[in-house]
T-cell receptor
Framework: AQKVTQAQTEISVVEKEDVTLDCVYE???????LFWYKQPPSGELVFLIR??????QNEISGRYSWNFQKSTSSFNFTITASQVVDSAVYFCALVMNSGYSTLTFGKGTMLLVSP | EAGVTQFPSHSVIEKGQTVTLRCDPISGHDNLYWYRRVMGKEIKFLLHFVKESKQDESGMPNNRFLAERTGGTYSTLKVQPAELEDSGVYFC????????????FGPGTRLLVL
């Protein structure tokens, strides 16, 4: 069975601060995919990134960066110079390559960025 | 290209009534998924269609839930009769391929059963 843990329920920062959202996962598969989704106040789930288990390179997209470490089963997400528009619930999710392709989600981390 | 759409956006019904949720996937996406988030809990998988066939319905809570995808296009999820614990946000997602491919989500349907 697989599991995703987002230990931080809620994080509050002031604009321009950097913030890291933690994600730890468990799976027995050697091939799997990790995702981050953003859920702004409007409610939809917005895809941010997909990473396969064989690609441990860190990724940077603008102010967003992701650190994937198989040794610690973590896939952390950092927002640099946070902005009010970053306020949202962020979900980390896992899907195995074998069998069914259902996403296993963490409970989400609510990020509140104050001006 | 239009994204995944869901209808209605909100539904408030009384216990015992029936509600039908609809999902239109991204055009050309054979894979369609239903998920649900009950207040304060994780987003949980309900079922997965490949075209019109149910690939995996292991997440369906009980037989009060019925999902269909006739013709392999849009899907409906019917709850009959609705119970209080069915309240939550129902998300639909679609992907072009199967395992490992990015699933694109709709805005969700917020269901409140009173």
């Amino acid at each position: 069975a697989q599991k995703v843990t987002q230990a931080q329920t809620e994080i509050s920062v002031v604009e321009k601060e950097d913030v890291t959202l933690d994600c730890v996962y468990e799976t027995r598969d050697t091939t799997y995919y990790l995702f981050w989704y953003k859920q702004p106040p409007s409610g939809e789930l917005v895809f941010l990134i997909r990473r396969n288990s064989f690609d441990e390179q860190n990724e940077i997209s603008g102010r967003y960066s992701w650190n994937f470490q198989k040794s610690t089963s973590s896939f952390n997400f950092t927002i640099t110079a946070s902005q009010v528009v970053d306020s949202a619930v962020y979900f980390c999710a896992l899907v195995m390559n074998s069998g069914y392709s259902t996403l296993t989600f963490g409970k989400g981390t609510m990020l509140l960025v104050s001006p | 290209e239009a994204g995944v759409t869901q209808f209605p956006s909100h539904s408030v019904i009384e216990k015992g009534q029936t509600v039908t949720l609809r999902c239109d996937p991204i055009s050309g996406h054979d894979n369609l998924y239903w998920y649900r988030r009950v207040m304060g809990k994780e987003i949980k998988f309900l079922l997965h269609f490949v075209k019109e066939s149910k690939q995996d319905e292991s997440g369906m809570p009980n037989n009060r839930f019925l999902a269909e995808r006739t013709g392999g296009t849009y899907s409906t999820l019917k709850v009959q009769p609705a119970e209080l614990e069915d309240s939550g946000v129902y998300f639909c997602a679609s992907s072009q391929q199967g395992a490992g491919e990015t699933q694109y989500f709709g805005p969700g349907t917020r269901l409140l059963v009173l």
